[in-house]
């Protein structure tokens, strides 16, 4: 038979799974190690639900617990595995999505050669639609910093080329966002 709490963490978990495995694939993650990623800093929410429960924002606490969660996995890279392809996200049949998944790619590698901070603040921000008081909750630092990571991410991100070529005026790509 299933507590309440149980079946509060399952409802949380069905509603945010898709979002958080996302979030570990913009922080840098392949889609495999995203999902490996989101369920162990799940299974950590878990063991401290009461304390998530408590918290004042609930979801800045478990985005704060994916990005240690992320941070550990590549701290122990070393010993990890390695996995020697990638899988795209799969395509809706019937139309070609081929200018999404160029989006994507886009934005994927764009986030890549932003430093490890300033790719932390911008799928807060833009992806997980934190504010900035949220996000400055979420990393534990100063609002001004969260602001200074987010002006220098934009500010690398409006120069990459890889970025650019996906706004000039590529047919079905121009205002898309990290979803």
């Known amino acids: 038979m299933r507590t309440s709490r149980d079946a509060e963490f399952s409802e949380y978990v069905a ?40 918290a004042d924002d609930r979801d800045a606490y478990v985005y704060r617990v994916l990005v240690n969660t992320f941070t550990d996995s590549r701290r122990r890279r070393w010993t990890s595995e390695r996995p020697t392809g990638e899988v795209l996200e799969p395509v809706a049949r019937g139309r070609d999505a081929t200018d999404e998944v160029d989006a994507r790619d886009a934005i994927d590698r764009a986030l890549a050669k932003l430093a490890d901070d300033q790719r932390t603040a911008v799928v807060l921000r833009y992806y997980l639609n934190q504010t900035e008081a949220q996000m400055a909750q979420t990393l534990r630092v100063a609002p001004g910093t969260v602001k200074s990571r987010l002006s220098r991410a934009l500010k690398a991100m409006a120069i990459d080329p890889g970025l650019a070529d996906q706004s000039s005026g590529t047919p079905g790509t121009s205002g898309r966002g990290l979803r």
């Open 15 to 54: 509603a945010r799974w898709a979002r958080l495995v996302r979030a570990a694939v913009l922080l840098g993650c392949s889609p495999h190690e995203a999902e490996d990623v989101a369920q162990t800093a799940l299974t950590r929410c878990l063991v401290k639900w009461s304390k998530v429960e408590g």
